[in-house]
């Protein structure tokens, strides 16, 4: 093998040394006529050999240029899409602020504009968008631009936070009648399910009255919407009664949410 890379070596170099004496000004013309003739067929393959590879490599680079246009328009692609989705988030948050800004939030509270990227369901918890860069903090209360109450800020990372909702069996807080001032506690009983609870015995209550949030203990602002009672639970021996509530937000329609950062 290597002997015979050894002569194509050799042949080669005679090749090029023979052309080069062939351009020298001392040879007569008759005397490169002859070894042109005879040299031609050897030139002429040469010329196509040398032809043929060129074009391979004009194609070959070509083909590579294509590519990276191909590549860069596909990065441009992908871009416009990435706008494009950032565009309609910004055209959905307006919406709401538009909303909230036709029923007067803005000036009952100071507000954070969130979007719920996760759902943890079986601890009735959401996950939002903002946190501690965003001047988040534990215990804000976080409602839809309806003003209805979904829960609380319950634990604070750098870019996002999670909710403890109001059905979470941890949550707890004072909450009236819309139409009354009968007061109860709301209690988170999981699954999404809460109950109006210590309500005296004498206080008259009914399937289908609204509940809103109280401002005493001073968890929440007063007057967001809770639930609505599907269910008294009244006896004789106890000392209070209870009521099953409805929430009044759906889990599966919750996309953006207000974060109260002051009332």
Do not use: C, H
Not at 4 to 20: D, E, N, Q, R
Not at 87 to 96: D, F, Y
Not at 183 to 195: D, R, S
């Amino acid at each position: 093998m290597e002997y015979s890379k050894l002569k194509i070596g050799i042949i080669l170099v005679l090749l090029i040394a023979f052309f080069v004496i062939l351009n020298l000004n001392a040879i007569t013309k008759e005397i490169k006529n002859f070894f042109y003739l005879i040299s031609s067929p050897i030139q002429k393959t040469l010329w196509q050999a040398g032809g043929k590879t060129s074009d391979f490599f004009v194609g070959f680079f070509q083909a590579e240029n294509l590519k990276k246009e191909n590549e860069q328009l596909q990065l441009r692609v992908k871009e416009l899409i990435s706008e494009n989705i950032k565009l309609e988030a910004l055209s959905k948050e307006n919406e709401v602020l538009r909303a909230a800004l036709g029923i007067g939030l803005e000036k009952e509270f100071k507000l954070q504009v969130s979007e719920v990227i996760g759902k943890d369901i079986s601890q009735d918890f959401i996950l939002i968008d903002k946190g501690s860069e965003d001047g988040i903090e534990e215990g804000f209360p976080v409602i839809t631009q309806q003003k209805i109450l979904i829960g609380k800020i319950s634990d604070v990372y750098k870019n996002f936070s999670k909710v403890l909702l109001i059905s979470n069996p941890k949550s707890s807080f004072d909450a009236k009648l819309s139409n009354a001032e009968v007061f109860g506690v709301v209690k988170g009983k999981g699954n999404f399910k809460i109950a109006l609870d210590l309500i005296p015995q004498e206080e008259e209550i009914k399937e289908g009255d609204q509940v809103l949030t109280s401002a005493l203990g001073g968890v929440f602002p007063e007057g967001l919407l809770v639930g609505e009672i599907t269910e008294v639970k009244k006896l004789d021996v106890e000392p209070f009664q209870t009521a099953t509530l409805l929430p009044a937000f759906d889990i599966r329609e919750i996309e953006k949410l207000f974060i109260i950062t002051k009332f």
